[in-house]
C-alpha cells in the first residue's frame, strides 16, 4: 500500500472508487478543532511507464506537494541487490571492497515543491537543496533555487486537481500553463524547455548510489556544478544529496560523519564531524527519512567519495551506517554556470 508510508498532516479518504485527499488545517479562528481543505483526488500510481510534465503528486515520504516538470533517467547503483552468479561483468562505479555492483536505470523527477508545505518539512527535507555556482569573483559563492527538488518514481503518489493554480511556487505560472483539454491539464511553456535547456549540464541526474546497513538506507546523488580559477588553479565544484532512511522500528539518531574523499591528484582526506548540517536528526517510524544537501571541491577533474554515519540507538549503544562510495566527474561542459533566472 503506498499510502502506509505516508506521514503528514494530510487526511486520505476512500469514497466509493476514488481516494480524496485533503490537507488538514488549524483555524486560528477555531482553536478547538481542525478544518479539511480538499487538495485533490488521488490517481493510481503508475507501475510501468513516467509521469508526464504537470503532473500533480503527494511525496510519500516528505508528505509535501508537488508537480513534475521533467523526467531524468539515472543510473541506480543499489549495493542491497546481489547479482546472479551468472550476469556478466558489471558497469562502473565497480567495487566496494570486493563487492561489485551493476546499474540499473531508474526514473528520477525534477519537481517543484508548494511553498505552503516548505515550513511543514524544512526539518527532515531541505527546500532550498538544488545550488549553483556563482557568476562572479567569489570562487565560492553558491546561490539557490528554493522549492526545486528531485524525486524518485516509487516517492510519487498522483492525484488531479480541479484547480487551475493547484501548485503555489514563483516559478508555476513561468514554466507551466493550464490546458484542460490535456492529460495531466498543465503544459510546459517555452519558458521550461529553454531553462531546461539553458541549465541541462548542471542539474542533470546520472548516477544513484544505495546501501542499507542495519536497516538504515542510504542514498547518494552526486551532481558536478562546475569549474573555478583560483588562485592560479582550477577548482572543480559538486554537490551530493543525501536520504537517510530508517526501514525498521527502532527509534535511532544520527550522532557522527566520517569522509574519505580522494582526489584525481592523489590527495586522501578524511573529514569527521557532529551530525550532518549542523542536525542530528531522530530516525522513527512516524519520520523515518532525512535529506540533506552538501558540497565538495578538488583541485582535481575527478574523484571518490566513501564514509560512514555514527548512529545511536535509544539505550546509547551505537554502530556505523556505510556511505556508498560515488564517483566525483567533471565530464561536463565547463562553461561558466548560470547565475539565476534567464529565459
Known amino acids: 500500500n503506498p499510502f502506509q508510508r505516508l506521514q503528514v498532516s494530510f487526511l486520505i479518504r476512500l469514497c466509493q ?3 480524496f485527499l485533503f490537507i488538514v488545517l488549524t483555524s486560528a479562528w477555531r482553536p478547538e478543532g481542525k478544518i479539511l481543505e480538499t487538495v485533490g483526488v488521488f490517481e493510481a500510481v503508475k507501475q510501468h511507464g513516467k509521469y508526464e510534465t504537470g503532473q500533480l503528486f503527494l511525496h510519500s ?3 509535501y506537494r508537488g508537480i513534475v516538470l521533467f523526467p531524468w533517467h539515472a543510473r541506480l547503483y543499489d549495493r542491497d541487490v546481489t547479482p546472479p552468479m551468472s550476469d556478466s561483468k558489471p558497469e562502473p562505479p565497480g567495487a566496494h ?9 531508474h526514473t528520477y523527477y525534477q519537481v517543484l515543491i508548494d511553498t505552503r508545505d516548505c515550513p511543514h518539512i524544512s526539518q527532515r527535507s531541505q527546500t532550498e537543496a538544488v545550488t549553483f555556482l556563482a557568476n562572479h569573483d567569489d570562487s565560492r559563492a553558491l546561490y539557490a533555487i528554493p522549492g526545486l527538488d528531485y524525486v524518485s518514481h516509487e516517492d510519487i503518489l498522483p492525484y488531479h486537481s480541479a484547480e487551475q493554480v493547484p501548485i503555489q511556487h514563483e516559478l508555476f505560472e513561468r514554466f507551466l500553463v493550464y490546458n484542460p483539454s490535456k492529460t495531466p491539464p498543465f503544459i510546459p511553456r517555452d519558458t521550461l ?3 531546461q535547456e539553458k541549465n541541462h549540464p548542471w542539474l542533470e541526474l546520472s548516477d544513484v548510489h544505495r546501501e542499507t546497513t542495519e536497516n ?4 547518494v546523488i552526486p551532481f558536478y556544478m562546475g569549474m573555478r580559477e583560483a588562485q592560479n588553479s582550477h577548482v572543480y565544484w559538486w554537490r551530493y544529496c543525501i536520504r537517510l532512511e530508517n526501514m525498521g522500528n527502532e527509534v535511532v539518531q544520527l550522532r ?4 574519505r574523499i580522494f582526489s584525481l591528484s592523489g590527495t586522501l582526506e578524511t573529514v569527521r564531524g557532529r551530525g550532518v548540517v549542523g542536525r542530528e536528526p531522530v530516525l522513527s517510524k512516524e519520520q523515518p527519512a532525512f535529506q ?8 582535481a577533474p ?4 566513501w564514509g560512514t554515519f555514527r548512529i545511536e540507538r535509544t539505550d546509547g549503544s551505537h554502530f556505523d551506517v556505510r556511505i556508498p562510495p560515488f564517483s566525483l566527474e567533471s565530464n561536463k561542459d565547463d562553461k561558466a554556470p548560470p547565475a539565476g533566472y534567464t529565459f
Open 292 to 299: 540533506y544537501s552538501s558540497h565538495v571541491s578538488l583541485q
Open 302 to 305: 575527478s574523484g571518490h567519495m
Open 61 to 63: 515520504v516528505f508528505g
Open 193 to 195: 524547455k529553454a531553462w
Open 17 to 19: 472508487s476514488h481516494v
Open 216 to 219: 538504515i538506507r542510504v542514498t
Open 256 to 259: 557522527e560523519r566520517h569522509w
Open 97 to 105: 571492497g570486493s563487492k561489485e555492483v551493476k546499474g540499473k536505470t
